[in-house]
């Protein structure tokens, strides 16, 4: 694996802490600012929002840029803002400065990602996304705790300063490390690029996908009050369950990275299924404390690793975007990070408790699990079609060498 695929990786974790960081921080930030921690909780939602809106779109500006440039360029944005929003007393301001901020932050993750799939072999690819995305999770085990503690210590403000200085070495490490050439030019051109990813397989996958970050994000986004709350366990407990949760993200991602090449329909068949019941299992368990710790350690590895998978998916259903590709899977990984805590908030301000942001996210999961049966269906007709033809049904089926189960190669 080249060393450049490991330096990307280390910049998603400093903006990997920012994105997830204020679920640890939620109370403090709403008690400074005077807002509610729902409202609070809509920091998240904009970053995600922002991430949708910014993933294709700062995907389609830096296509023609040298990577090198474009990496360079959104991440000293990220870095600017991060001092900003450290400064601001007023809500307002900082969640202008979190939109900002994800904007820089898609189309580095866009680019991040088409700079790894394009710098290995195609066995690889998918091993190449879980190191990427891996930055995510590390950041889930000791950037978004780190960032809890110093909200817990010094107030939240600390939190963001110290995103802005572990982003510092990653410009030096991305300087050095990622080559600076052009990527090779799309025959189909963005419209074409755009074709390739609305064909109905493609989208699919991206909405599986788009459903499951939203239930992982819906849970995660309020578990600090609902480890405080409704486990009764001191807030001197959150950084460790958040630490926690991204540790088995993190197990999660490099079981992806290393088997679902090979294995990805029965991979994200039983991380579909077994979410769904995670989920509804934490709600019914969070009032005991063990059991919600063991949870919280299952429901992060089944998340990330099913969620790493279909990423690998959407580059492997969709060749003829291999610019747009990264973009379109960041977007939908942001789908559900803006729906997930929007949800999970209106359910709380519905006065459900803080339990019912995990019953939201049991639902999404069953919606996930209805999308890739509609999948399913979509691979068995195309494989009808195709019978006979060049591309026989199993080619069309996934090109993986796993016939049955619920398809989720687009």
Do not use: K
Request: hydrophobic fraction near 60%; glycine fraction near 12%.
């Amino acid at each position: 694996m080249p060393f450049a695929v490991y330096v990307l990786g280390l910049a998603v974790f400093a903006q990997g802490t920012s994105e997830f960081m204020l679920s640890g921080l939620l109370s403090g930030i709403a008690a400074d600012l005077g807002v509610s921690i729902p409202a609070a909780g809509l920091l998240t939602s904009a970053f995600a929002i922002g991430m949708v809106l910014g993933a294709p779109l700062m995907a389609s500006l830096s296509r023609r840029w040298p990577r090198r440039r474009a990496l360079l360029a959104f991440l000293v944005v990220f870095i600017a803002v991060h001092v900003v929003g450290a400064l601001t007393p007023d809500y307002p301001v900082l969640l202008a400065t979190r939109v900002v901020a994800a904007l820089a932050n898609a189309g580095f993750w866009a680019v991040a990602l088409a700079a790894a799939v394009a710098m290995v072999p195609p066995e690889l690819r998918a091993r190449a996304t879980s190191v990427v995305v891996g930055g995510v999770t590390v950041a889930c085990v000791a950037g978004v705790p780190a960032g809890a503690f110093l909200g817990e210590r010094w107030g939240w403000r600390a939190a963001f300063w110290a995103v802005a200085l572990v982003s510092v070495p990653a410009v030096l490490a991305i300087v050095r490390a990622v080559p600076a050439e052009r990527p090779e030019p799309s025959r189909a051109g963005v419209r074409g690029e755009l074709r390739e990813l609305a064909r109905p397989r493609p989208l699919l996958t991206l909405l599986v996908s788009a459903l499951v970050q939203g239930a992982t994000f819906c849970a995660f986004s309020y578990l600090e009050p609902l480890v405080t709350r409704v486990t009764g366990l001191g807030s001197g407990w959150v950084p460790a369950v958040l630490a926690l949760f991204g540790a088995g993200s993190f197990v999660g991602v490099t079981i992806a990275g290393r088997i679902t090449e090979g294995r990805a329909d029965t991979f994200v068949t039983v991380g579909l299924v077994s979410l769904a019941v995670g989920w509804a299992a934490l709600a019914l368990g969070a009032a005991v404390p063990v059991a919600a710790i063991v949870l919280v350690f299952v429901q992060g590895m089944l998340a990330f690793g099913t969620g790493t998978a279909l990423i690998s998916r959407v580059f492997h259903r969709a060749p003829g975007a291999p610019a747009l590709a990264g973009a379109f899977a960041t977007a939908a990984f942001n789908v559900g990070g803006a729906l997930g805590p929007w949800l999970g908030g209106l359910a709380i301000t519905r006065g459900l408790g803080f339990r019912a942001p995990l019953w939201v996210s049991a639902l999404l999961m069953a919606l996930a699990l209805l999308a890739a049966g509609a999948l399913a269906w979509a691979d068995r007709a195309a494989g009808r079609r195709t019978a006979g033809g060049p591309a026989t049904a199993r080619e069309e089926a996934g090109r993986d060498g796993e016939p049955g189960g619920i398809s989720v190669n687009g």
